[in-house]
């Protein structure tokens, strides 16, 4: 790709701007894809969706601000399995006391209260 390419274009009534088949090419983006504008010092630069996805990635895979995402991914997934884990066994834990007598609940309640029968 070269440097730098300069194509002229007119802003029409509505103020919309045609980007030339050339430079969407270039930047690989089509109907419906998303693009942003970036104004600064009195100038715009079109930044696409992809070259934004570039930026974050090289930016967490040079350890950037974001430090070491594996890990951190790896740590609250582990986090995830423990606190599912905790959830099932209480889950067969209620099942288990809800699958008791009547006559076994009215025993618990009272030997718990220290009134056993």
Do not use: C, H, Y
């Amino acid at each position: 790709m070269a440097d730098r390419m300069d194509f002229d274009t007119k802003v029409s009534n509505e103020g919309r701007v045609v980007i030339p088949a050339a430079v969407r090419s270039v930047l690989g983006v089509g109907p419906g894809d998303r693009v942003r504008f970036v104004v600064q010092d009195g100038e715009v630069r079109l930044v696409t969706a992809r070259s934004l996805l570039f930026a974050i990635w090289a930016n967490n895979n040079n350890g950037g601000d974001a430090g070491d995402s594996t890990s951190a991914v790896r740590q609250a997934r582990r986090v995830d399995i423990e606190r599912a884990a905790g959830k099932w066994a209480r889950v067969e834990i209620t099942a288990r006391e809800e699958a008791r007598t009547e006559d076994e609940i009215e025993d618990g309640l009272l030997a718990q209260l220290g009134l056993r029968r």
